[in-house]
């Protein structure tokens, strides 16, 4: 097992220059997501966390709810509300497993498959544009920092 670093005071309090400009970022990103989910949600009463679990269904040909969870860093009780309202849209469908009937699958319906194609895209189509026009090493850079804040914020709870 990996030994936890602890951070000193020394260390803790060079990293406050940082929390301003870190804060204001990270809640541009959310007031942008926040408008970007409200276009969403005029395309057939989707949230955007709804059609990424039909999106990442859509690319499998089945998953299980717990592997659905890890995918789209949602808890299994939030989860399972969301595929409860999908199911009753009849965007997805539940099966049991035919080996072990403890397991079930969800699968996407052709309804929800034809709402994926459909639909607009995760991101706002400015943010799309601007990204495609960066170098591609900016692309990585850019991804890669995101991905690595998302984990400096913790586990899911």
Request: glycine share 6%.
């Amino acid at each position: 097992m990996a030994e936890k670093i602890v951070p000193t005071e020394i260390e803790l309090s060079s990293v406050t220059a940082f929390d301003l400009p870190i804060f204001q970022s990270l809640r541009r990103l959310q007031q942008a997501g926040e408008v970007h989910a409200k276009r969403l949600a005029r395309f057939g009463g989707l949230s955007p966390m709804q059609l990424m679990i039909l999106q990442v269904l859509a690319g499998e040909a089945r998953l299980t709810a717990s592997d659905l969870s890890g995918r789209v860093s949602l808890t299994a009780a939030t989860l399972s509300g969301m595929l409860d309202r999908l199911e009753e849209r009849g965007l997805l469908q539940r099966q049991r497993d035919d080996q072990d009937r403890r397991r079930q699958w969800l699968l996407l319906s052709d309804a929800g498959r034809e709402l994926v194609q459909q639909a607009p895209t995760l991101l706002p189509p400015e943010f799309r544009r601007r990204f495609a026009a960066l170098k591609e090493w900016e692309r990585h850079s850019l991804t890669a920092a995101l991905l690595r804040a998302a984990e400096l914020c913790g586990e899911m709870e």
